[in-house]
C-alpha cells in the first residue's frame, strides 16, 4: 500500500501519535545496559568527592582536624565551612526563601549533615580519609517533635536569631518559620459552630523518602583554558540548576553547561540543589580536575530531601443528611533543620489548598505553620505534585471519619458531596478553579467494577463469622476519589526563584521529513521520548518513529523549568503541539504555494495538506519539508522549525476512582491486597501502555509509603531507617495485581486536552490503602490511626480493640 491507497486512518496509525501504545523507545538502551548515568561519566584525570557526616543530630562543631586525612596518598583536600567561606559559598540559598549550611558552619542541625568535603584520587581513597578527619563536637539538646519545638527554649537556628519576618511573613518563635493561611477562618468557624455534625481528628502524614534506584550525584568539570564549567548531574530541572550556579558562584551563565544525562528515579528527590554539588564545583574549580560525587543509599536517606510529615489536624462540619458545610485544617508541618521545601515560591506549603478535595464544600479554612526541628531537609513532592498528596490523604481519612460519626456508608457520602460535571470550571474555597471534571461518571464506573454492593454483602459475612469465631482475618474497603492539582504554572502564580514556570519546546524537521524535538524537562523513566514525538507525530504528520527527542542538555534545549510535579505533559506537553502547529502553519503556506492555490484552499489531513474539494491533489509533510530546503519560496524564509514557550493559563486537575480490597489478620497484623482497582481520568491520553505503567509504578509508591517506609527518628535524632533493610521499598513479592480504568475529561485549556497522571497514583493509592485498614476496624470502633500501618502496628490497633482475648 501507499500513500495513495491508504484510507486516513491507516495513515495515522503509522504515525503511533496520540492514542497509540507506542513501545518505550528508550528501553531498547536500558534494557541492554546501555544507560548513560552520572556514575558512568568517566573523565580523564577524574577526582572523588565524600562527605564526612555529622553522627549528631544538634551539636556545636568545636574543631575539625584534617591533618591524618591529608596524609593518606591519593588525598588531594579536605575541605570545610571555613574553606569555603571566604568564597560565600559556605552557605546556600534554598528554593523556599531560606539559606542552608553548604558544611557545618558552627554547628549541625541534623544527622548526616555535611561537615567536610574530601577530595582523592579515587573513591576508595575519599571513603578511608573521610574517617580520619578528627571532629570534636559538643552535644546540645535535641528537638524531633515540631508541637515540642515551637515550644522549646533551645534555639535551632542561631543564625536567624531576632530575625521576626522570615520569607513567608512573620515568625512566631524562633523555631517557627512561616504561617500559611488560605479560606476563610471566621466564616469557617460561623459553620462549625452552627453545624449539626462536626467530625475532628488529627490526621498524620509520616516523613518518608523518594528513594529513588539511583541516588543524588554529579560530576564537575572546570575547564581552566576554556573557562567553562560542564556540570552533570542527576537533576530533575538541569536549566535552574544553570542559573542558580551563575547566581551563587558568579560564573557567566553562558559558561556554565549542565547535563542531566540518563536519570534513575527521580521522584522529586533531584529538584533541590545539594551540597554535594556546589562542593564539586568549588574543588573542580580549585583543582583543575573533573570531581565526581555519587551518594550512597545510607546518605541518601539520611540527608537529601525527605517528603511529608505533616501534622493535619481537621474538622468537618455536615448537616444530618451527609452534606458537608465546611473544612477546618491546621497543619504542623515539620521542614527539618532548614527550609528547604521544593515549591513554588507564593507557596510555602505547597497546593495543599486543594485539600477540599473533589467535594463541593462551600466554605473552608487552611492554615500550615511551618516549624524547625533536628531532622534532615527537603519537603519535596515524592510523587505527589506539591503537598497534594497530603492534601488528598487529609480529605479523603475527614470523610471517612465523617461517615462513621454520620453513621453513613462512605461511598454514597462521597457521592453526595462530589462537585456536579455541570460546576466546572469550579471555584473551590480555598482558590483554585477546577478546570474539568466528571466525578459521578467514574466513581460509577469503578464502584460497579468492583461489585461494591457484593463486596459490603462479603463483609457483613464476615464480620458475623470473625465474632462468631470462624476466622481471624477481617476483610477492608478501601475508597477514594482525589483530585490531583498539575502543570505548574501560570507565570502569574507560579515561580521557582523567581524563574517563571513556563516551558518549552524547540522541533527542527530535516530535508527528508525526520526531526528533532528538544524540551524544557527532562525524563527520569516516564518516557518522554516516546509521548512528546506521539503529541509531533499526531500535529504534524510524521511518524513518531522519524522523531528524536533530547532533554537534558542546556546548550541545547529552550529553557524550561523540568520535570517534577506532573508539570511536563500539561505544560511543554502543551508547548510541543503548540510548536508543532507553528511548523504545521508555515507547512500550509508551502503547501499551497507548491499546488498552486491560495493558503486557505487547502485543508490538513492526517499527513498531508490537500485541496480543498480535490483530496488527490495533496502534499505530504515529507514532500513539504524537502521543499523547505530546496525552494525558494516567494515571502518565506527557508528551513522548518519552530520553538514554543508555554505559558499555561491554569493547572490541570486529573482525577481518580480507586478501591482497595484488603484483608487483615488481627493475630499477626499481616495484610493482604486481594483487589486493587484504580480508575485515572488524566484528560486526552497520549499512550494508554505508558499511563498504565505510570500508575503501577505509583501505586506500589503509594503502597510502600501507606504499609511501611517511613524515615524514623529516635529521641536522640538518630534516623532508625537508613538502609534499605529497615525502609521499606517493595518488590515483586509484596507488590498486588492492579486494574487499571479510565474515562477521559480534557482539559478544556490544553492545546491537546491532556493532564498530568504520573503523580496520580500516589495521591489516590496512600488513602486507599489505609482507608482498606481503617474500614476492616471500623465495625470494632476505629476511628483513625497512623499510617504507615505496618504488621507491628496494624497488631497494636487489633490489640486496643480488645480483638486479641
Ligand atoms: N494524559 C497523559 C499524561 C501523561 N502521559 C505520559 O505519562 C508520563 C508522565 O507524564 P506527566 O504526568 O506529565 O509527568 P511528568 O512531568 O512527565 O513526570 C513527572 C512525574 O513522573 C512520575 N513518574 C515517574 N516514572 C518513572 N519511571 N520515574 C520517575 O522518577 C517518575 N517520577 C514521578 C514523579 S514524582 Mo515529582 O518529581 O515528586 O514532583 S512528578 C513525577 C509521560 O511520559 C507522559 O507523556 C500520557 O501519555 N498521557
Ligand atoms: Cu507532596
Known amino acids: 500500500?501507499?500513500?495513495?491507497?491508504?484510507?486516513?486512518?491507516?495513515?495515522?496509525?503509522?504515525?503511533?501519535?496520540?492514542?497509540?501504545?507506542?513501545?518505550?523507545?528508550?528501553?531498547?538502551?536500558?534494557?541492554?545496559?546501555?544507560?548513560?548515568?552520572?556514575?558512568?561519566?568517566?573523565?580523564?584525570?577524574?577526582?572523588?568527592?565524600?562527605?564526612?557526616?555529622?553522627?549528631?543530630?544538634?551539636?556545636?562543631?568545636?574543631?575539625?582536624?584534617?591533618?591524618?586525612?591529608?596524609?593518606?596518598?591519593?588525598?588531594?583536600?579536605v575541605l570545610t565551612a571555613e574553606d569555603l567561606a571566604p568564597l560565600g559559598l559556605h552557605?546556600?540559598?534554598?528554593?523556599?526563601?531560606?539559606?542552608?549550611?553548604?558544611?557545618?558552619?558552627?554547628?549541625?542541625?541534623?544527622?548526616?549533615?555535611?561537615?567536610?568535603?574530601?577530595?582523592?584520587?579515587?573513591?576508595?581513597?575519599?571513603?578511608?580519609?573521610?574517617?580520619?578527619?578528627?571532629?570534636?563536637?559538643?552535644?546540645?539538646?535535641?528537638?524531633?517533635?515540631?508541637?515540642?519545638a515551637l515550644k522549646s527554649d533551645v534555639v535551632l537556628r542561631e543564625d536567624l536569631e531576632g530575625q521576626t519576618e522570615g520569607a513567608h511573613g512573620p515568625r512566631k518563635h524562633h523555631n517557627h518559620i512561616f504561617t500559611w493561611e488560605q479560606g476563610d477562618k471566621d466564616a469557617t468557624e460561623a459553620v462549625l459552630a452552627e453545624a449539626d455534625v462536626v467530625a475532628e481528628e488529627m490526621v498524620y502524614y509520616h516523613r518518608t523518602h523518594p528513594c529513588p534506584l539511583e541516588t543524588c550525584g554529579c560530576v564537575a568539570s572546570m575547564d581552566k583554558v576554556t573557562g567553562k564549567l560542564t556540570l552533570y548531574g542527576t537533576f530533575q530541572a538541569p536549566h535552574a540548576i544553570r542559573t542558580v550556579v551563575s547566581l551563587i558562584s558568579g560564573l557567566a551563565e553562558h559558561n556554565i553547561r549542565v547535563i542531566s544525562p540518563d536519570i534513575g528515579g527521580g521522584f522529586g528527590n533531584k529538584v533541590g540543589a545539594y551540597a554535594g554539588y556546589v562542593c564539586s564545583v568549588v574543588a573542580s574549580i580549585v583543582t583543575?580536575?573533573?570531581?565526581?560525587?555519587?551518594?550512597?543509599?545510607?546518605?541518601?536517606?539520611?540527608?537529601?530531601?525527605?517528603?511529608?510529615?505533616?501534622?493535619?489536624?481537621?474538622?468537618?462540619?455536615?448537616?444530618?443528611?451527609?452534606?458537608?458545610?465546611?473544612?477546618?485544617?491546621?497543619t504542623t508541618a515539620d521542614h527539618g533543620g532548614f527550609d528547604a521545601c521544593a515549591d513554588p515560591t507564593k507557596f510555602p506549603a505547597g497546593f495543599m489548598n486543594i485539600c477540599t478535595g473533589s467535594y463541593d464544600i462551600p466554605t473552608a479554612y487552611l492554615a500550615v505553620d511551618g516549624v524547625y526541628t533536628n531532622k534532615a531537609p527537603g519537603g519535596v513532592?515524592?510523587?505527589?505534585?506539591?503537598?497534594?498528596?497530603?492534601?488528598?490523604?487529609?480529605?479523603?481519612?475527614?470523610?471517612?471519619?465523617?461517615?462513621?460519626?454520620?453513621?453513613?456508608?462512605?461511598?454514597?457520602?462521597?457521592?453526595?458531596?462530589?462537585?456536579?460535571?455541570?460546576?466546572?470550571?469550579?471555584?473551590?474555597?480555598?482558590?483554585?478553579?477546577?478546570?474539568?471534571?466528571?466525578?459521578?461518571?467514574?466513581?460509577?464506573?469503578?464502584?460497579k467494577a468492583v461489585d461494591y454492593d457484593g463486596l459490603r454483602a462479603e463483609q457483613a459475612q464476615r464480620i458475623e463469622d470473625f465474632k462468631a469465631g470462624k476466622t481471624r482475618k477481617l476483610l477492608g474497603i478501601g475508597?477514594?476519589?482525589?483530585?490531583?492539582?498539575?502543570?505548574?504554572?501560570?507565570?502569574?502564580?507560579?515561580?521557582?526563584?523567581?524563574?517563571?514556570?513556563?516551558?518549552?519546546?524547540?522541533?527542527?524537521?530535516?530535508?527528508?521529513?525526520?526531526?528533532?524535538?528538544?524540551?524544557?524537562t527532562i525524563s527520569q523513566g516516564q518516557g518522554h521520548a516516546t509521548t512528546f514525538a506521539q503529541i509531533i507525530a499526531s500535529e504534524i504528520g510524521l511518524p513518531a518513529d522519524d522523531i528524536t527527542l533530547e532533554e537534558g542538555d542546556t546548550d541545547t534545549a529552550p529553557y524550561g523549568l523540568g520535570t517534577y510535579g506532573s508539570r511536563s505533559t500539561p505544560v511543554a506537553g502543551a508547548a510541543t503541539a503548540m510548536a508543532a502547529r507553528k511548523i504545521r502553519a508555515k507547512a500550509q503556506m508551502i503547501a499551497a504555494y507548491l499546488l498552486e492555490v491560495?493558503?486557505?484552499?487547502?485543508?490538513?489531513?492526517?499527513?498531508?495538506?490537500?485541496?480543498?474539494?480535490?483530496?488527490?491533489?495533496?502534499?505530504?509533510?515529507?514532500?513539504?519539508?524537502?521543499?523547505?530546503?530546496?525552494?525558494?519560496?516567494?515571502?518565506?524564509?527557508?528551513?522548518?522549525?519552530?520553538?514554543s514557550y508555554y505559558d499555561p493559563p491554569n493547572m490541570t486537575y486529573p482525577f481518580g476512582a480507586y478501591i482497595c480490597v484488603m484483608e487483615i489478620d488481627v493475630d499477626t497484623g499481616?495484610?493482604?491486597?486481594?483487589?486493587?482497582?484504580?480508575?485515572?481520568?488524566?484528560?486526552?491520553?497520549?499512550?494508554?501502555?505508558?499511563?498504565?505503567?505510570?500508575?503501577?509504578?505509583?501505586?506500589?509508591?503509594?503502597?510502600?509509603?501507606?504499609?511501611?517506609?517511613?524515615?524514623?527518628y529516635d529521641e536522640m535524632g538518630n534516623v532508625k531507617t537508613g538502609t534499605l533493610m529497615d525502609f521499606f521499598l517493595?518488590?515483586?513479592?509484596?507488590?498486588?495485581?492492579?486494574?487499571?480504568?479510565?474515562?477521559?475529561?480534557?482539559?478544556?485549556?490544553?492545546?491537546?486536552?491532556?493532564?498530568?497522571?504520573?503523580?496520580?497514583?500516589?495521591?489516590?493509592?496512600v488513602p486507599a490503602f489505609s482507608n482498606a485498614v481503617h474500614d476492616a476496624f471500623r465495625p470494632f470502633g476505629l476511628v483513625q490511626s497512623h499510617m504507615p500501618h505496618d504488621h507491628w502496628r496494624i497488631w497494636k490497633i487489633a490489640n486496643g480493640l480488645g480483638m486479641h482475648g
Not at 567536610?116 to 578527619?133: G, H, Q, S, T
Not at 456536579?420 to 470550571?425: S, Y
Not at 482497582?677 to 506500589?700: K, S, W
Open 288 to 330: 583543575g580536575k573533573p570531581v565526581k560525587w555519587v551518594e550512597n543509599r545510607m546518605e541518601n536517606l539520611m540527608s537529601t530531601a525527605f517528603a511529608r510529615d505533616y501534622w493535619m489536624q481537621g474538622k468537618i462540619a455536615a448537616t444530618k443528611d451527609g452534606k458537608i458545610t465546611g473544612l477546618w485544617c491546621h
Open 91 to 148: 552557605w546556600m540559598p534554598t528554593l523556599a526563601g531560606d539559606k542552608q549550611m553548604v558544611l557545618a558552619d558552627g554547628k549541625v542541625l541534623f544527622q548526616g549533615q555535611e561537615v567536610a568535603y574530601v577530595v582523592a584520587e579515587d573513591r576508595y581513597v575519599a571513603a578511608d580519609a573521610v574517617e580520619l578527619v578528627e571532629v570534636e563536637y559538643e552535644e546540645l539538646p535535641v528537638l524531633t517533635d515540631p508541637f515540642e
Open 730 to 765: 517493595p518488590t515483586a513479592w509484596e507488590t498486588p495485581n492492579y486494574t487499571t480504568d479510565h474515562t477521559v475529561t480534557p482539559s478544556p485549556h490544553h492545546p491537546i486536552g491532556a493532564k498530568g497522571v504520573g503523580e496520580s497514583p500516589n495521591v489516590g493509592g
Open 381 to 447: 513532592a515524592y510523587r505527589c505534585s506539591f503537598r497534594v498528596t497530603e492534601a488528598a490523604y487529609f480529605i479523603e481519612r475527614m470523610i471517612e471519619v465523617l461517615a462513621i460519626k454520620l453513621n453513613m456508608d462512605a461511598a454514597e457520602l462521597r457521592r453526595i458531596n462530589f462537585i456536579k460535571a455541570d460546576q466546572f470550571p469550579y471555584q473551590s474555597a480555598l482558590g483554585w478553579e477546577y478546570d474539568s471534571g466528571d466525578y459521578h461518571t467514574a466513581w460509577d464506573k469503578a464502584l
Open 670 to 712: 499481616e495484610w493482604e491486597v486481594r483487589q486493587f482497582y484504580a480508575l485515572d481520568d488524566c484528560g486526552t491520553r497520549i499512550n494508554p501502555m505508558i499511563i498504565e505503567g505510570q500508575v503501577h509504578g505509583g501505586v506500589t509508591e503509594a503502597l510502600a509509603i501507606a504499609m511501611g517506609q517511613e524515615i524514623a
Open 1 to 77: 500500500m501507499n500513500d495513495q491507497t491508504m484510507t486516513p486512518e491507516e495513515r495515522a496509525a503509522n504515525l503511533k501519535g496520540m492514542g497509540s501504545s507506542r513501545k518505550r523507545v528508550e528501553d531498547v538502551r536500558f534494557t541492554q545496559g546501555k544507560g548513560n548515568y552520572v556514575d558512568d561519566i568517566k573523565l580523564d584525570g577524574m577526582l572523588f568527592g565524600a562527605f564526612v557526616r555529622s553522627p549528631y543530630a544538634h551539636a556545636r562543631v568545636v574543631s575539625v582536624n584534617k591533618e591524618a586525612a591529608l596524609a593518606v596518598p591519593g588525598v588531594v583536600a
Open 598 to 643: 491560495h493558503d486557505d484552499d487547502v485543508e490538513w489531513d492526517v499527513d498531508r495538506f490537500a485541496v480543498k474539494g480535490a483530496p488527490e491533489r495533496f502534499k505530504t509533510m515529507k514532500e513539504i519539508a524537502f521543499a523547505a530546503y530546496n525552494q525558494a519560496i516567494p515571502g518565506l524564509e527557508p528551513g522548518l522549525e519552530a520553538v
Open 479 to 520: 475508597l477514594t476519589h482525589f483530585t490531583e492539582i498539575v502543570g505548574a504554572g501560570p507565570v502569574k502564580n507560579c515561580d521557582i526563584l523567581g524563574l517563571g514556570m513556563f516551558d518549552s519546546c524547540e522541533i527542527r524537521i530535516h530535508p527528508t521529513g525526520s526531526a528533532i524535538a528538544r524540551l524544557g
